[in-house]
């Protein structure tokens, strides 16, 4: 589906409108959406695929996800949640997983950002490099 340039502004200009303090209110979001399926302007499911799009991606940056291949220590846990804090802002959703394949080490992934370290990530780089 082809969407115009209107529809994009229009859905930028809503996703806008959703934001309060930095973080996308649910409320507005489910509100907003309501009210275009309610008033269906012109090009209107333009406007609706642009904003999820949107939102999914303001989703995605506030979601963080940390393997390891051990259940980590409550104060490392702690330690990394308050850096990714730091780094990415308040209202992070954080979510550890346990993973043994990776042998040893951490991967994060925030978004579309991923910081692998590794033991896997390491070798496979190795393997690779020969």
């Known amino acids: 589906m082809k969407i115009s340039k209107r529809a994009r502004r229009d859905a930028k200009q809503l996703f806008r409108s959703c934001v309060l303090n930095g973080l996308l209110d649910d409320d507005r979001v489910r ?5 275009i399926i309610a008033q269906k302007p012109r090009g209107y499911l333009g406007i609706l695929t ?11 940056r506030r979601t963080a996800r940390i393997e390891s291949a051990i259940q980590l220590p409550e104060g490392l846990s702690t330690g990394i949640q308050a850096n ?6 308040p209202g992070l959703d954080v979510s ?3 993973k043994e394949d990776l042998i040893g080490g951490l991967r994060v992934q925030v978004g579309s950002d991923v ?4 033991i896997r ?4 780089a190795l393997a690779e490099a020969f």
């Open 31 to 35: 509100q907003t959406v309501q009210q």
């Open 50 to 60: 642009h904003f999820q799009r949107l939102v999914k991606l303001d989703v995605a």
């Open 84 to 89: 990714l804090a730091r780094r990415y802002g």
């Open 96 to 98: 550890f997983a346990q």
């Open 115 to 118: 910081y692998d370290g590794t």
């Open 121 to 124: 990530a390491r070798l496979a």
